[in-house]
């Protein structure tokens, strides 16, 4: 089936340390995107990229850094610089700019500090 | 000033009773609005894209209009399935061309009681 995949669905972190959420779609979608929910606040957007070793910085991207060596992945690292990392991070991707598309979501990492 | 708001934060109806739930929007140009449907725990799940003012879309028990200000997601005879998260989106004319995420409300839960 096609779809996006998002791995692990629970992730737990120590304090000072990165760590990495994987990405994969097999939708043959150029753009991808990952945004961070948080109780009670909409989707906020991390980064995203429209094609293959290109990405831009959303509205909260500080913290976190990403790749994208490959069309099928976006994997998205949180750092250690990252203040307040405890929460749910969805992946999305869509056909390209000029075709309006709508986003498609992965199941979500829960991220938790411990 | 958040550029997309949905209301009511919260509802809860009877199985069977009618509602709309609202997302207005304050963006310069409107390319698309879209509605998500998101259940505990899980990433978003496309519902409409809406382009225009006057546009309607149906699937189901829904039904989601779009005017210039505003969209509304009518739920007719809701069964208690119906309950979750409803999320809407909008992405905005971008004068650089470039692909850019979605815009989202916090979203507004639905509640139907059998």
């Known amino acids: 089936d096609g779809g996006i995949t998002q791995s692990p669905k629970y992730l737990f972190r120590k304090e000072g340390q990165n760590v990495t959420l994987s990405c994969e779609q097999n939708?043959?979608?150029?753009?991808m995107y990952w945004y961070r929910q948080d109780p009670g606040q909409g989707l906020r957007l991390i980064y995203y990229?429209?094609?293959?070793?290109?990405?831009q910085k959303g509205d909260i991207a500080e913290g976190y850094s990403v790749s994208r060596e490959k069309k099928e992945s976006f994997p998205l690292t949180v750092t250690s610089a990252q203040k307040n990392p405890t929460a749910f991070y969805l992946c999305a991707s869509s056909t390209p700019q000029g075709t309006n598309t709508e986003a498609f979501f992965g199941q979500g990492t829960r991220l938790t500090v411990v | 000033e958040d550029q997309v708001t949905q209301s009511p934060e919260a509802l809860r109806l009877q199985e069977g009773e009618s509602s709309s739930l609202n997302c207005s929007y304050t963006v310069s140009g409107l390319r698309g609005l879209f509605w998500y449907r998101q259940d505990p725990g899980k990433g978003p799940e496309f519902l409409f894209t809406l382009y225009s003012a006057g546009e309607e879309k149906e699937k189901e028990r829904l039904k989601a209009t779009l005017t210039k200000k505003e969209s509304f997601l009518h739920i007719t005879a809701p069964k208690p399935e119906d309950s979750a998260t409803y999320l809407c989106a909008v992405r905005e004319i971008n004068s650089g061309g470039g692909a850019d995420g979605l815009t989202f409300g916090k979203g507004t839960h639905l509640i139907i009681q059998p």
């Open positions: 939708l043959n979608h150029d753009a």
């Open positions: 990229s429209q094609i293959v070793n290109d990405f």
